[in-house]
C-alpha cells in the first residue's frame, strides 16, 4: 500500500533550520528559532542586501482547478529541489495554509509525496502563529468600532453602513450573518454583522503586500471600516488603531523559513485565497528569496486566470518585481473532467476525453505567453494512471502551438522526476521578455473589469448589478479609480458560473458587489455566487484527522 503524505514527511530526517539558512547565507543574527526546524527571518535583512542582485523569478500557476487535482504546490516544490540538484542555488517561497481548507475539502498546502515542505502537521496546523495574529489585528479593529459606538460615537459611524467584518480560520457558515450586542446597552449596540474567514482579511492582503513595519502601518490606518452618516468614508486612523494593530503584527510580518524533503530552503509566509483575495505569499518573503537565492520559485493560488493574473496585475505591479518564466501545470485527470469524465470513471484511458479538455489549457497557455508575454511551459504532474497515450495527446497539443511541454514526476520520483523541467525552466528564464498588464492604472473601474474578462477570461464584458455600479460610482468620486481589480470568482471556471468548466465563451460576469480595500491598494470585485466564509462539507476532512498517545497525527494530506 502506497505511503500517505504525513507517512513520507515523517520517514525524512529534517535538518536543524540553521544549516537551511547556511544554504542561502542567512545570518544566524537575522533568524528567530521557533524550536528545531523552524524560524522566522528578519525583514529588515533585505537593507543589507539591497545592492545584490536579484536571481531569477519563476512562476509557477495552473489550469481550472478540479476536483481530480493539479498539483500547482507539489510541482513548485519538486522544481526547487530539481534546480537545487542542477547546482542551482534555489529558494521557494509559498503561502502558509489556512486551517479551513485543512479541515474542509482541500486539505493542506504543502505538497505531496515526495515533493513536501516540511515539517507539514506544523506548517498545516497554526505553524508560527501568523494566521492567528492577523485574526487578532483584524478583530481588534472590529471590536474598536463598536466600543467608540458605545461610548458617544463621534465620529458618527453609521451601523449600518460598517463594512469590516470579524474574522476566524475555519469555514463556518454559521457566522456568515449574525447580530450583536444583544442583552441591554451595556453589551454594546445591537447591529448586523458577520464573519470572514481570516484569509479573506484585508490585514492579511496588507502583510502580503507590505515593504517593511512602517509600510504595514501606513496601509493599516488606510483601512475603511465603514461609513458616517454624511456617506463619508471612516478609517481605521480616525479610530487610532494602526499602531495596536501592527503592534500584534510585529512578529508576522517576518517570513517563516522551514525545508523541502530534500533540504531546499523554503520562506512561507502569508495565506491569501486567490478566489476571494490576491492568492500570493508576501512581497516581503518573495524579495528576500531573490537575495538570497539565484532562483525563486513561487506559485499563485488557483488557476492562472485567477492566480497568475492577481500575482502579475496586482502583486508585480505594487511590487516592482517580475517573472521570468512560467510553469503552468496541468494533469491528464483534470483535463479529462474538463473533457467531460466524471470524478468516479477518471481511471480508464480516454484520450478523447483528453483531447476534449484541452481547450482549457490552451486559453490559459495563451494568456501567460501572449497577453502577459512570458515564456512558459507545460508542466504534466504524472498521476500512476496516465497512459502513454493520453500524454502524447496532451504533448502533441502543445507542440502544435509551439509551446513547451515536460513531464513531471516529482511527487512519486522527487528532484529525479523534475530534471528536465527544472532544465527548460533554467532555458526558458535566460529568455528575454517583457511583462505586459492586463490594465492601465488610469482605466476606469469599468474598463479593467472589462479587459479582464476579455482578455483573460475570454467573455464579453462586466455588467455590473445596480449596487455595484453606485458603488463605482461612489469609489471614483473618493479617488480609488486608479487601484487595480481584485476578482472575487470561482476558481472552477473562466466564468462565473462554477459549472461552466473547460473553455466557455459569449459570457458575461455578474458583479453584485464592489468595495475597496484602501490599506491593501486594490478594489474588490465580488462576482456569482462567491462567498468569503465558505462552509464545511458533509464529510469534512477534520473527520479523518486524528493524534495518539504519544502526540503522532494522522490523516493529514
Known amino acids: 500500500?502506497?505511503?500517505?503524505?504525513?507517512?513520507?514527511?515523517?520517514?525524512?530526517?529534517?535538518?536543524?533550520?540553521?544549516?537551511?539558512?547556511?544554504?542561502?547565507?542567512?545570518?544566524?543574527?537575522?533568524?528567530?528559532?521557533?524550536g528545531r526546524y523552524k524560524a522566522k527571518v528578519d525583514m529588515t535583512s533585505l537593507k543589507s542586501l539591497k545592492d545584490k542582485k536579484d536571481g531569477k523569478l519563476i512562476l509557477v500557476t495552473a489550469i481550472s482547478p478540479t476536483p481530480a487535482g493539479e498539483g500547482k504546490t507539489t510541482t513548485s516544490v519538486g522544481l526547487v529541489d530539481s534546480l537545487n540538484k542542477l547546482g542551482k542555488n534555489a529558494v521557494i517561497c509559498v503561502r502558509e495554509p489556512s486551517l479551513g481548507p485543512v479541515f474542509g475539502v482541500k486539505g493542506g498546502a504543502a505538497g505531496g509525496g515526495y515533493a513536501q515542505v516540511v515539517p507539514m502537521e506544523d506548517i498545516n496546523l497554526h505553524f508560527t502563529g501568523d494566521f492567528h495574529a492577523i485574526g487578532i489585528a483584524n478583530n481588534l479593529l472590529a471590536a474598536l468600532i463598536d466600543n467608540h459606538i458605545h461610548h458617544g460615537n463621534a465620529l458618527q459611524i453609521d451601523a449600518r453602513n460598517i463594512t469590516w467584518k470579524r474574522v476566524v480560520d475555519m469555514n463556518d457558515r454559521q457566522l456568515r450573518y449574525v447580530v450583536d450586542g444583544l442583552q441591554g446597552r451595556s453589551n454594546g449596540v445591537p447591529r448586523e454583522d458577520g464573519f470572514d474567514i481570516t484569509v479573506a482579511s484585508e490585514v492579511m492582503a496588507i502583510l502580503c503586500l507590505a515593504n517593511d513595519l512602517r509600510d504595514l502601518k501606513e496601509r493599516l490606518g488606510k483601512i475603511i471600516i465603514g461609513y458616517n452618516f454624511n456617506g463619508e468614508p471612516v478609517t481605521a486612523h480616525d479610530l487610532k488603531a494602526e499602531g495596536a494593530m501592527a503592534a500584534v503584527l510585529k512578529d508576522a510580518i517576518h517570513p517563516n523559513l522551514v525545508q523541502t524533503l530534500e533540504h531546499s530552503p523554503a520562506l512561507i509566509h502569508g495565506g491569501p485565497f486567490a478566489n476571494i483575495a490576491?492568492?500570493?505569499?508576501?512581497?516581503?518573503?518573495?524579495?528576500?528569496?531573490?537575495?538570497?537565492?539565484?532562483?525563486?520559485?513561487?506559485?499563485?493560488?488557483?488557476?492562472?486566470?485567477?492566480?497568475?493574473?492577481?500575482?502579475?496585475?496586482?502583486?508585480?505591479?505594487?511590487?516592482?518585481?517580475?517573472?521570468?518564466?512560467?510553469?503552468?501545470?496541468?494533469?491528464?485527470?483534470?483535463?479529462?473532467?474538463?473533457?467531460?469524465?466524471?470524478?468516479?470513471?477518471?481511471?480508464?484511458?480516454?484520450?478523447?476525453?483528453?483531447?476534449?479538455?484541452?481547450?482549457?489549457?490552451?486559453?490559459?497557455?495563451?494568456?501567460?505567453?501572449?497577453?502577459?508575454?512570458?515564456?512558459?511551459?507545460?508542466?504534466?504532474?504524472?498521476?500512476?494512471?496516465?497512459?502513454?497515450?493520453?500524454?502524447?495527446?496532451?504533448?502533441?497539443?502543445?507542440?502544435?502551438?509551439?509551446a513547451d511541454v515536460v513531464l513531471s514526476e516529482v511527487w512519486g520520483k522527487g528532484s529525479e522526476g523534475g530534471l528536465d523541467l527544472a532544465k527548460k525552466v533554467v532555458e526558458l528564464a535566460e529568455e528575454n521578455s517583457e511583462l505586459h498588464f492586463v490594465y492601465d492604472d488610469e482605466d476606469s473601474i469599468q474598463?479593467?473589469?472589462?479587459?479582464?474578462?476579455?482578455?483573460?477570461?475570454?467573455?464579453?464584458?462586466?455588467?455590473?448589478?445596480?449596487?455595484?455600479?453606485?458603488?463605482?460610482?461612489?469609489?471614483?468620486?473618493?479617488?480609488?479609480?486608479?487601484?487595480?481589480?481584485?476578482?472575487?470568482?470561482?476558481?472552477?471556471?473562466?466564468?462565473?458560473n462554477k459549472n461552466k468548466i473547460n473553455a466557455p465563451e459569449n459570457f458575461d460576469i455578474t458583479i453584485k458587489e464592489l468595495k475597496v480595500s484602501a490599506g491593501a491598494g486594490f478594489i474588490v470585485a465580488l462576482s456569482g455566487a462567491i462567498m468569503t466564509m465558505p462552509g464545511l462539507p458533509k464529510s469534512p476532512a477534520s473527520e479523518r484527522i486524528d493524534i495518539d498517545d504519544e502526540g503522532h497525527i494522522t490523516g493529514l494530506f
Open 1 to 34: 500500500m502506497p505511503k500517505t503524505d504525513i507517512e513520507i514527511a515523517n520517514s525524512v530526517e529534517m535538518k536543524p533550520i540553521q544549516e537551511i539558512a547556511h544554504l542561502i547565507n542567512i545570518k544566524e543574527d537575522d533568524l528567530t528559532l521557533y
Open 447 to 496: 474598463d479593467k473589469l472589462d479587459k479582464i474578462v476579455q482578455k483573460i477570461y475570454r467573455g464579453k464584458k462586466a455588467k455590473l448589478s445596480a449596487p455595484a455600479r453606485k458603488q463605482m460610482k461612489k469609489l471614483e468620486e473618493l479617488g480609488f479609480g486608479h487601484l487595480p481589480i481584485c476578482m472575487a470568482k470561482t476558481q472552477f471556471s473562466f466564468s462565473d
Open 278 to 402: 490576491h492568492g500570493c505569499n508576501s512581497v516581503i518573503a518573495t524579495k528576500l528569496g531573490l537575495k538570497y537565492g539565484d532562483y525563486t520559485v513561487t506559485e499563485a493560488g488557483f488557476g492562472a486566470d485567477l492566480g497568475a493574473e492577481k500575482f502579475i496585475d496586482i502583486k508585480c505591479r505594487k511590487a516592482g518585481i517580475k517573472p521570468d518564466a512560467c510553469v503552468l501545470v496541468a494533469t491528464i485527470r483534470a483535463l479529462k473532467m474538463h473533457g467531460g469524465v466524471a470524478k468516479n470513471d477518471l481511471g480508464p484511458e480516454n484520450v478523447e476525453a483528453v483531447k476534449a479538455g484541452m481547450p482549457n489549457l490552451i486559453r490559459h497557455l495563451d494568456n501567460m505567453k501572449n497577453v502577459f508575454g512570458l515564456p512558459t511551459v507545460v508542466a504534466i504532474n504524472k498521476f500512476p494512471t496516465d497512459t502513454d497515450a493520453e500524454i502524447k495527446a496532451v504533448e502533441e497539443a502543445c507542440h502544435e502551438l509551439g
